[in-house]
């Protein structure tokens, strides 16, 4: 990867000193599956994630820690293409690295690839009582457009919609550099659907 996120083909950019963002492979599973497990009390199988890996309208990034000799995973992001918008339909950081910057990081990349794509939108579900999730997501400048009841399957709970228009992406950046740690680390720690093509089938219209 040359610092640019829509180039598919090639591999890794360093990022900061510290982290470096890269495609998502079939290699890096293993410790996502492992992240995943430790993030969601419903974990996405591999199968989600090889979606996210193979198909045209899936995509995947991951942020690598550079202090480690081995590709070491501690942070990653999948999406969906769906016409004019790009759904986020998964993301999550390492819990020994949160609160330094990297989700924000993931969600600016995934906002540069969307502008990179000539989309309308990025839009993406979550949990109501995620707060550090919607605070990221309110912070960058996305907008609450809506609840979709009984989205969550294993509580039955209601998802918060949120939309950014990539016209106002400008005013959505933030400052702090990733790395830097903010504290401290918030309890809340909840999770999404695992996605699948049907919820991509299902989410919102409104072009
Ligand atoms: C949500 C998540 C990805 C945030 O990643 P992160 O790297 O810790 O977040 P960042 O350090 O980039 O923080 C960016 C902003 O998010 C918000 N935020 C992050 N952690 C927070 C916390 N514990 N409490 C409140 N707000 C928080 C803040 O607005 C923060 O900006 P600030 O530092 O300027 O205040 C991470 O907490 C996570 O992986 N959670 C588990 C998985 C999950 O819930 N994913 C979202 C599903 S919708």
Redesign the pocket.
Known sequence: MDGNPDSRGSRTANLTPCFALSEMTESDLDQILILERE??PTPWTREGFLTAIRTDFGRGWVVLDRDREERSVV?YLCCWTRRGTIQVV????AQS??????????MQVVISWAGIKNKKRVS????PG????I??Y??LGFRHTGSRAGYYSDTGEEAFLYELRLDKVAESF?T?PPGSK?T?????????QPATQKAVDDAPQGE
């Open positions: 993030s969601f942070g998964n993301i999550c950081v690295h949160r609160g330094r910057g990297l989700g924000r990081l993931l993406l579900e979550v949990r995620n707060l550090p999730a605070n990221l309110q912070n933030s702090r903010r401290p680390d918030g309890p809340d720690r909840t999770r999404d």
